[in-house]
């Protein structure tokens, strides 16, 4: 379900942009695109407000003291961070990759929007790819594995030039693709079951917060001393990322072995 779930988020992410695109070229203000999109979303809205729910299931209220529990444990603790940083640099290169190519590399903003729509193709392919890998490996080694693609493929997005720029935007698409899948899975893990949605909860809550955080730093930085070199945060927070994720994949794989053997010896139990 998560599979299809992404294929649909990548063929929306990648018409955003193309909308736009055509409605610059066609003389109307980039504004009109965000009205349809407004549009779209409130007629999707409704129709969850009018749509009949599936099976349900039994609701067990997870209790206070569960939830703030969750918050003392290290490795989630990690996790919130990591999320912050990590996600917040996603949210940077999604907001400001046509920019970066309009004023640091000469392109047209028609042209520009190009590469962001191609951006969110690899992100939805990376996802669908990233479904599948994580079956032959686990999650905490595979998000290791793409934070140090994205810090290598946003590195040399910087520092190139001209249309290669660009590419390496496309591929930090991928990189960053099964990251947040990932970070999920892997909080789902760590917190167990009874606080699950409090826990995802807040992850997601850090990496939107982290999202807003940082792009609002790297833009004001940029103003201050130049685009390229504000964009160098990004490498650096990114850096930072990697060296602290790399810190924690010991204890993170442990965790998830530990249910993994659980699952397996429940097989065995049922299988007698």
């Known amino acids: 379900m998560l599979n299809i779930h992404h294929i649909f988020f990548a063929t929306g992410s990648f018409l955003g942009p193309l909308v736009s695109r055509f409605f610059l070229r066609s003389g109307f203000g980039w504004q009109l695109s965000y009205r349809l999109l407004g549009l779209v979303t409130s007629l999707i809205g409704l129709f969850f407000f009018v749509a009949e729910t599936g099976r349900r299931f039994e609701y067990v209220k997870p209790k206070i003291k569960d939830a703030l529990g969750v918050i003392k444990q290290k490795n989630y603790l990690v996790l919130l961070i990591i999320n912050f940083f990590g ?5 940077v290169l999604m907001y400001l990759i046509v920019l970066f190519l309009k004023e640091a590399r000469g392109f047209d903003v028609a042209f520009a929007s190009l590469f962001l729509s191609m951006f969110y193709v690899m992100l939805g392919a990376g996802r669908l790819i990233c479904g599948f890998l994580v079956l032959k490996t686990s999650n905490s080694k595979m998000i290791m594995i793409l934070f140090i693609l994205l810090l290598v493929f946003t590195t040399l997005a910087i520092f190139s030039s001209g249309l290669a720029s660009g590419i ?4 930090t698409g991928l990189a960053s693709s099964g990251i947040f899948p990932g970070m999920l899975a892997l909080t789902s893990i760590i917190t167990g079951e009874r606080v699950m949605g409090s826990s995802l909860g807040l992850l997601t809550f850090f990496g939107g917060i982290g999202g807003m955080v940082l792009t609002y730093v790297i833009t004001n930085v940029s103003e201050l001393i130049g685009l390229i070199r504000g964009f160098s945060m990004v ?38």
């Not at 996600?87 to 949210?91: A, L, N, S, V």
């Not at 390496?168 to 591929?171: A, E, H, K, N, T």
């Open 168 to 171: 390496f935007f496309i591929l």
């Open 87 to 91: 996600m917040g640099t996603q949210f």
């Open 235 to 272: 490498i650096l927070v990114l850096l930072g990322v990697n060296v602290l994720f790399s810190i924690m994949l010991r204890g993170f794989v442990i965790e998830e072995n530990k249910i993994n053997l659980k699952s397996f010896v429940s097989e065995i139990g049922l299988a007698k």
